[in-house]
């Protein structure tokens, strides 16, 4: 082979290589800037339970504002809740909508979700993490909090909500 073929060739290889270099790191991009929430008809019950404090980052629609359910299995309020949440949730698919467990253990979450046919997407922190993240002074659950697609706190309530209160409260028109 010859030097001009040789140098030729070493190009096309070059060029084939940045190529292939731009398309993985579009995907790669593509994929960070990615949400990983399921919308309520396309899902099953699923449950994450690798919490960290930058973890609802990944979850959050990148394309307006999600509502985040703090809910327990054990508490009282949360299970009168749940039938509202489940309307809610039907009712309005494409509003972003996650479940985040206080349960004390996974088996206990999983075991609900299945017992009562629950389509929820849950992030199981039982350290609370994500609400600390959220707002470190807020306790009680039930709980729903409006982020913003940055993550930011647009709003709080503590307390039970009905379906047609979570859709004014997602609203923004919740009297206070």
């Not at 309307?87 to 206080?102: A, D, E, R």
Request: proline share 2%.
């Amino acid at each position: 082979m010859s030097t001009k073929n040789k140098v030729i060739l070493m190009i096309v290889l070059i060029v084939v290589a940045i190529a292939a270099g731009i398309l993985v790191a579009k995907r790669y991009i593509g994929y960070l800037n990615s949400t990983h929430y399921i919308s309520y008809e396309k899902r099953t019950s699923s449950i994450v339970d690798e919490v960290n404090d930058r973890l609802l980052q990944d979850y959050i629609s990148k394309k307006g504002d999600t509502l985040v359910i703090f809910w327990a299995s054990w508490c009282p309020s949360c299970i009168k809740e749940r039938d509202d949440i489940n309307t809610f949730m039907q009712n309005n698919p494409k509003i972003p909508t996650i479940i985040v467990s206080h349960d004390k253990t996974l088996e206990e979450l999983q075991s609900y979700l299945t017992q009562n046919n629950l389509k929820w997407q849950v992030i199981f922190d039982k350290d609370k993490i994500i609400r600390k993240s959220i707002d470190s002074e807020s306790t009680g659950i039930p709980a729903c909090f409006l982020l913003d697609k940055n993550g930011k706190l647009l709003d709080k309530h503590v307390g039970v909500l009905t379906a047609d209160e979570m859709n004014q409260f997602y609203h923004m028109t919740l009297e206070k």
